[in-house]
């Protein structure tokens, strides 16, 4: 199902576009979200992080095209959040006074997984591919 869906070129630019207007969505409202503090910070990254990824693993099990919306929903909203939450995470973890600090180290954990994930990822799922 999952190919099928992205025959359609037109198909295809409007999820691209439900992506990144559910990202600024998703930044409004992650920033918001953490300024109210109901939520410890480092929670709401998690949940930004884990819920795309789960969504992405389950994606392929799931026949129908509007979960292909749903996952491109989940995707932009929880991206923007999370982008919107690292500042208040590197804060709540290095201290004010370290902020360019922690940024650094942010940004250079981004920047080095970006090699070895893709390298994984593609032999996992090489071997979930075997499974179903």
């Not at 208040?88 to 180290?105: D, H, N, R, Y």
């Amino acid at each position: 199902m999952g190919l099928e869906v992205f025959q359609s070129k037109t198909l295809a630019t409007m999820l691209i576009s439900v992506i990144g207007i559910t990202d600024l969505i998703g930044r409004l409202l992650g920033g918001y979200i953490a300024d109210l503090r109901l939520f410890p910070v480092n929670i709401l990254m998690a949940i930004s992080v884990g819920v795309p990824g789960l969504v992405a693993l389950l994606m392929g099990l799931f026949q129908k095209s509007y979960f292909v919306w749903l996952t491109a929903v989940l995707l932009g909203s929880m991206a923007g959040s999370y982008i919107a939450l690292i500042a208040p995470s590197v804060v709540e973890l290095f201290g004010l006074a370290k902020v360019g600090a922690g940024f650094g180290i942010v940004a250079f954990f981004m920047g080095a997984l970006m090699v070895p994930v893709p390298v994984i990822f593609s032999k996992y799922m090489k071997y979930f591919a075997e499974l179903l």
